[in-house]
């Protein structure tokens, strides 16, 4: 979604959702992250940004939930891709984490993203636990 189209509203959730995010409260953060996504619905950061809040509390069907919703908005988006794999990874689909691994791996290439050995350490865990199951 174009910067423009973002409702103020949703913005400042989104920058309280970082800061309690920094430091640590996570579920304050997810409630944030909510709140811009109501302002916003076509935005797929809230998303992005609440599916790493569920990654550090585990809970990996909600990432994976996210992750999927952000993706459907029409974004290439390599960390949503990376955290989807992660999720698929956490809960023992190996195949489906290395296609998602891969395809963050394609996307962040692209655009130049700071996560790339992030994704490769990953998608070498997929690999090998395929490789191994």
């Not at 939930?65 to 992660?86: F, I, N, R, T």
């Amino acid at each position: 979604m174009p910067k423009a189209a973002v409702s103020s509203e949703a913005e400042k959730s989104k920058l309280i959702g970082n800061d309690l995010f920094a430091r640590g409260k996570y579920s304050a953060a997810i409630e944030a992250y909510t709140e811009a996504r109501l302002c916003s619905p076509k935005w797929e950061v809230p998303l992005v940004n609440r599916a790493l809040c569920y990654k550090k509390q585990g809970k990996w069907d909600k990432v994976a939930e996210d992750c999927v919703a952000a993706l459907q908005l029409g974004s290439e988006l390599p960390k949503a891709e990376y955290m989807l794999g992660l999720s698929f990874l956490e809960r023992g689909d190996y195949k489906s984490a290395e296609t998602h691994l891969q395809k963050a791996l394609d996307l962040a290439r692209n655009k130049g993203a700071t996560m790339l050995d992030d994704i490769w350490k990953e998608l070498a865990r997929a690999k090998y636990a395929l490789w191994t199951a």
